[in-house]
């Protein structure tokens, strides 16, 4: 069954985002006592995208300009971890294609104040009620197939682009959590030098640090 998932974007990152193809989530410095459940959190989110997912972009708002929602989006591959670039402070990736040809987004007020459909956006409305800095959200299948037909809305000429699994992509440093690690971790790394396929996510009798 086809998930889906929306990750925040600004102006600048959104550009990124298409122009690449590559779909990415800020990681903060590493500092803190809990920069091991920093990362715990950013992988949780990421590892439970798998191929032919659809992701949603929503791109905060700027100025006078309101929030926006871009779509439809399709992940093509396993989300990886990439911080190879000294300027990239996003470095947990993944490789996506379009999966509907959409030209124009539609505003976050007109999705949350739809009266059809509003009810069914609890995931939506409990992350703004929050005010959560998470940078990607599970979407219900509601919620899904809500923003899905809005977007139609607007863009009747719309294509539909169906998947193709030729069109995957293998990905170096694929996200994975390593079961026999079971030491303390060393203090915080920074974000150039961390190596997350080797962080320790159990104590030493096999309990979840978080």
């Not at 949603?56 to 990886?80: C, M, N």
């Not at 947990?92 to 459909?117: D, T």
Request: charged content about 20%; proline content about 7%.
């Amino acid at each position: 069954m086809i998930k889906a998932r929306m990750f925040v974007v600004n102006e600048d990152s959104l550009n990124k985002t298409i122009s690449t193809n590559i779909a990415s989530i800020f990681m903060p410095d590493l500092t803190g006592q809990q920069w091991v459940k920093t990362i715990a959190d950013i992988m949780a989110d990421m590892l439970q995208i798998q191929v032919g997912d659809y992701i949603f972009l929503w791109q905060t708002k700027k100025g006078d300009e309101k929030s926006k929602i871009h779509g439809v989006y399709r992940a093509i591959s396993k989300p990886y971890f990439d911080n190879t670039d000294p300027l990239d402070n996003c470095p947990f990736k993944i490789r996506i294609e379009r999966a509907y040809e959409f030209e124009n987004p539609i505003e976050e007020y007109e999705l949350l104040n739809c009266p059809y459909i509003r009810n069914s956006l609890w995931t939506i409305m409990g992350k703004k009620v929050a005010n959560k800095p998470r940078g990607t959200s599970p979407l219900s299948n509601a919620e899904m197939e809500a923003i899905i037909t809005l977007l139609i809305g607007v863009n009747p000429s719309y294509r539909f682009i169906p998947f193709d699994p030729s069109r995957t992509v293998a990905v170096p440093n694929e996200l994975k959590v390593d079961y026999s690690l079971n030491t303390p971790n060393t203090s915080a790394p920074s974000r150039n030098t961390i190596n997350v396929s080797t962080i320790s996510f159990f104590d030493s009798s096999y309990k979840l640090l978080y």
